[in-house]
C-alpha cells in the first residue's frame, strides 16, 4: 500500500486521552473516536483487527463451527431467561423519531453476549445424543451500557468479542471441553504476542454456581484489573474471589471503655469519620443491609477501609443473588435513616455476617442504628455477642494474607483478554432444550460459554508494547510487516529505485507499506513510521545507494543490505 493514498494518516498533534492506547492509536491513524466508548477503526486498524480475530479464529476452528448471529434480538428471549430486568449493562434499541415509530414501534436487545440466541439455535438443529458434544463460536460486535467508558479499547459501549458455545450431555464431559479451551487459548494469546505475560485467574462463577470461573489476565502495569497470587500454590485470583485475611492491627488500649454514642451528622467515609471520632480507621465498622433473592434481610460488616464483597456474601448466604436493602427496608429493620446502619441490637430476623477483619478489636465504632448516632466504644462479649463464626465477606486488598498460609499475596495489575465460564443448565433448562438419550429418554443438556474481546485485545497489545516514539507491534498483528520508507524522491533515479524495491517486495508476498511522499521530510516520515510501529523499517535514499537500510522496531541499529539479503531476512 501506498502511504500517500492511506486513507487516515497519523495526527502527532492529537490530544492526549486517558490511556496509552487510545492516545497511540488515534495518534498512529489507526482509530477516530465517534464519540465515548465508540471507534471507527480506520484502515491502519481495521488490518490490525482483522489479523488478531483471524488467529483467534484459525484456533477457534480447530475446537469448533463458526457462525454469524444477529446483534439485536427480541426481549421475549431474555425475558425467558430473568436477564431482562437484571442484566445491568443491557442496551436497546428503540425507534429514534416520529416518523420511524410510525413504521414500527418494536424495541430489540442490542445483545452484549448471545446465550440467549445460540441456546434456541441450537435446539432447533441438535438433539439425538449421537451429535453430542458440539460448539459454536462467532466474531461479532457487541454492545454494553457501560457507566464509564475509559480505557481507550479496553472499555467501550460497542467492542468486538469472540464468544464460543458449548453443548453436552454431562457435567464430565462439559468440563473436559472446558480445560480443551484452556488449552487452545493459551495457543491463541502466544500466537499473539502476549502468551507470555497472559495467566489464567480464578474469577467469579455467577449467580448459578460457586465454582470459580477462569479468566485469561495479561499482566498490564496499567490493567484495570487487581490480581492476587499466591506464590506456594502458583495460583492466581481475581481481586473479586481472592480468598484474603486481614493483616492484624495492633491497638494501644487493651481495657474496655464505656460504650458511647455520639452525633456525627453528614459525615461520609470512613476516614472522615476516624478522623472526627479521634480513632484508626480499622476502629471503624461498614455494615450494610441488603436483601436477598429469597426474601431474606440480612447485615454484613467489614472493618473500616474494606468494602463488602456481594459475591463472597451471596455464597456465605447461601442465597443466588443480593441486593442493597431499600431506603424503606433500612429505616424498618434500624429504626434509623440510611448511613447509621449498625451491628448493635439489629432485630432477630434480621442475620449478620460479620468479616474476619471485624473481629480481635477492643474499643471499636459501628453504627448506632440511630440516625445522626454513631457508637464508640463497642466490645465483642460484652455490648454484642461474640459470633459463633466469622467470614470472609470483604474485597481484597493490598497487603491481605492467603488465609491458608498466612502469607501476603503478590499483586499485580492486569488486563482481561479472555473468559471461560461454565453455564451447567441455566440456559438449558430456560429454553427447555434436552437431548433424547439411547433409550429415547429427555435428559438436561450441559453448557459452558468462552469470551476472548478482539478489539480489547488490540488496546492491551498497544499498553504493553510501546515506548516514547509510538507502538511496536508483535509481528502476527501488526497492519504491515514492512514500512519502506522513500527519501529524496525529488530525484528520480532514487524515486524510481525506491519503486523497484516496493514493486520486489510485493511481488515475494511480503505486506508492505510505502511511504512515498515527496514533499514531506525525512524526519517527519522516520517519526511517522516510529509511531505507527510497524517491526522492519527500510528505507531507500541517496545515502544508501545500491543498498537498501535495514531496522527493526525494537533496536537501535541499522544495517546496509542488499535486496535479496533483505528478502531473505524477511
Given amino acids: 500500500m501506498l502511504y500517500s493514498k492511506l486513507f487516515g494518516k497519523t495526527k502527532k498533534n492529537s490530544k492526549e486521552y486517558d490511556s496509552t492506547n487510545a492516545t497511540l492509536l488515534i495518534k498512529g491513524g489507526f482509530i477516530?473516536?465517534?464519540?465515548?466508548?465508540?471507534?471507527?477503526?480506520?484502515?491502519?486498524?481495521?488490518?490490525?483487527?482483522?489479523?488478531?480475530?483471524?488467529?483467534?479464529?484459525?484456533e477457534m476452528d480447530k475446537i469448533g463451527n463458526e457462525v454469524f448471529m444477529p446483534s439485536i434480538t427480541p426481549a421475549s428471549l431474555w425475558q425467558q431467561t430473568g436477564r431482562f430486568e437484571t442484566v445491568d449493562v443491557l442496551m436497546k434499541t428503540v425507534p429514534a423519531n416520529k416518523f420511524a415509530l410510525a413504521k414500527s414501534d418494536a424495541e430489540y436487545v442490542l445483545n452484549p453476549t448471545h446465550e440467549e440466541v445460540v441456546t434456541p439455535l441450537a435446539?432447533?438443529?441438535?438433539?439425538?445424543?449421537?451429535?453430542?458434544?458440539?460448539?459454536?463460536?462467532?466474531?461479532?460486535?457487541?454492545?454494553?451500557?457501560?457507566?464509564?467508558?475509559?480505557?481507550?479499547?479496553?472499555?467501550?459501549?460497542?467492542?468486538?468479542?469472540?464468544?464460543?458455545?458449548?453443548?453436552?450431555?454431562?457435567?464430565?464431559?462439559?468440563?473436559?471441553?472446558?480445560?480443551?479451551?484452556?488449552?487452545?487459548?493459551?495457543?491463541?494469546?502466544?500466537?499473539?504476542?502476549?502468551?507470555?505475560?497472559?495467566?489464567?485467574?480464578?474469577?467469579?462463577?455467577?449467580?448459578?454456581?460457586?465454582?470459580?470461573?477462569?479468566?485469561?489476565?495479561?499482566?498490564?502495569?496499567?490493567?484495570?484489573?487487581?490480581?492476587?497470587?499466591?506464590?506456594?500454590?502458583?495460583?492466581?485470583?481475581?481481586?473479586?474471589?481472592?480468598?484474603?485475611?486481614?493483616?492484624?492491627?495492633?491497638?494501644?488500649?487493651?481495657?474496655?471503655?464505656?460504650?458511647?454514642?455520639?452525633?456525627?451528622?453528614?459525615?461520609?467515609?470512613?476516614?472522615?469519620?476516624?478522623?472526627?471520632?479521634?480513632?484508626?480507621?480499622?476502629?471503624?465498622?461498614?455494615?450494610?443491609?441488603?436483601?436477598?433473592?429469597?426474601?431474606?434481610?440480612?447485615?454484613?460488616?467489614?472493618?473500616?477501609?474494606?468494602?463488602?464483597?456481594?459475591?463472597?456474601?451471596?455464597?456465605?448466604?447461601?442465597?443466588?443473588?443480593?441486593?442493597?436493602?431499600s431506603e424503606k427496608t433500612v429505616k424498618t429493620v434500624t429504626k434509623a435513616?440510611?448511613?447509621?446502619?449498625?451491628?448493635?441490637?439489629?432485630?432477630?430476623?434480621?442475620?449478620?455476617?460479620?468479616?474476619?477483619?471485624?473481629?480481635?478489636?477492643?474499643?471499636?465504632?459501628?453504627?448506632?442504628?440511630?440516625?445522626?448516632?454513631?457508637?464508640?466504644?463497642?466490645?465483642?462479649?460484652?455490648?454484642?455477642?461474640?459470633?459463633?463464626q466469622f467470614f470472609d465477606i470483604k474485597i481484597s486488598k493490598r497487603g491481605d494474607l492467603n488465609p491458608k498460609t498466612k502469607?501476603?499475596?503478590?499483586?499485580?495489575?492486569?488486563?482481561?483478554?479472555?473468559?471461560?465460564?461454565?453455564?451447567?443448565?441455566?440456559?438449558?433448562e430456560a429454553f427447555d432444550y434436552k437431548y433424547i438419550d439411547r433409550e429415547g429418554k429427555e435428559k438436561p443438556i450441559y453448557m459452558g460459554c468462552y469470551g476472548i474481546g478482539s478489539s480489547r485485545i488490540m488496546g492491551i497489545i498497544v499498553e504493553k508494547y510501546h515506548d516514547e516514539r509510538g507502538i511496536v507491534w508483535p509481528k502476527a498483528v501488526a497492519p504491515f510487516q514492512v514500512h519502506l520508507v522513500g527519501l529524496d524522491l525529488k530525484d528520480e533515479s532514487i524515486k524510481t529505485k525506491a519503486h523497484e524495491v516496493y514493486q520486489a517486495l510485493l511481488k515475494k508476498n511480503v505486506d508492505v507499506i510505502f511511504d512515498d511522499r515527496v514533499e514531506t521530510t525525512a524526519g517527519e516520515k522516520f517519526s511517522d513510521a516510529d509511531l505507527i510501529g510497524i517491526p522492519t523499517r527500510l528505507v531507500v535514499s541517496k545515502r544508501t545507494a545500491d543498498k537498501i537500510e535495514f531496522k527493526k522496531r525494537t533496536e537501535k541499529k541499522t544495517e546496509l543490505l542488499s535486496l535479496d539479503d533483505i528478502i531473505g531476512r524477511l
Fill in 337 to 388: 435513616e440510611v448511613g447509621y446502619a449498625g451491628i448493635l441490637d439489629l432485630p432477630k430476623e434480621v442475620e449478620v455476617y460479620l468479616d474476619e477483619s471485624v473481629a480481635n478489636r477492643t474499643n471499636f465504632e459501628t453504627g448506632a442504628n440511630k440516625t445522626h448516632y454513631h457508637s464508640i466504644n463497642v466490645n465483642f462479649g460484652r455490648d454484642i455477642p461474640l459470633p459463633k
Fill in 407 to 428: 502469607k501476603e499475596y503478590q499483586v499485580f495489575a492486569a488486563s482481561e483478554v479472555g473468559n471461560i465460564f461454565p453455564l451447567y443448565t441455566k440456559f438449558s
Fill in 123 to 325: 435446539k432447533k438443529f441438535i438433539t439425538s445424543y449421537k451429535d453430542f458434544p458440539f460448539a459454536l463460536y462467532q466474531i461479532q460486535t457487541k454492545f454494553r451500557n457501560e457507566p464509564r467508558v475509559k480505557s481507550g479499547l479496553l472499555r467501550g459501549r460497542e467492542f468486538r468479542m469472540k464468544d464460543l458455545y458449548s453443548f453436552h450431555t454431562s457435567e464430565e464431559d462439559m468440563k473436559k471441553y472446558y480445560e480443551k479451551v484452556k488449552e487452545a487459548y493459551v495457543k491463541t494469546f502466544s500466537r499473539l504476542g502476549i502468551g507470555k505475560d497472559t495467566v489464567v485467574a480464578l474469577a467469579s462463577g455467577g449467580s448459578f454456581t460457586d465454582d470459580f470461573s477462569h479468566e485469561f489476565q495479561t499482566l498490564c502495569d496499567t490493567g484495570e484489573d487487581t490480581l492476587f497470587y499466591d506464590k506456594s500454590s502458583s495460583v492466581y485470583y481475581n481481586r473479586e474471589v481472592a480468598p484474603s485475611l486481614a493483616p492484624e492491627v495492633k491497638y494501644h488500649d487493651e481495657k474496655m471503655l464505656p460504650r458511647q454514642d455520639v452525633v456525627g451528622e453528614g459525615i461520609i467515609g470512613v476516614e472522615e469519620l476516624a478522623n472526627f471520632l479521634k480513632i484508626p480507621v480499622e476502629k471503624t465498622t461498614k455494615t450494610l443491609i441488603f436483601e436477598t433473592d429469597d426474601g431474606r434481610v440480612i447485615a454484613a460488616a467489614v472493618r473500616g477501609g474494606y468494602d463488602v464483597n456481594e459475591d463472597k456474601l451471596r455464597k456465605v448466604a447461601r442465597c443466588k443473588a443480593v441486593k442493597l436493602a
Fill in 32 to 58: 477516530d473516536q465517534v464519540m465515548a466508548g465508540t471507534y471507527t477503526y480506520l484502515t491502519l486498524g481495521t488490518k490490525v483487527l482483522a489479523k488478531i480475530e483471524q488467529i483467534i479464529r484459525e
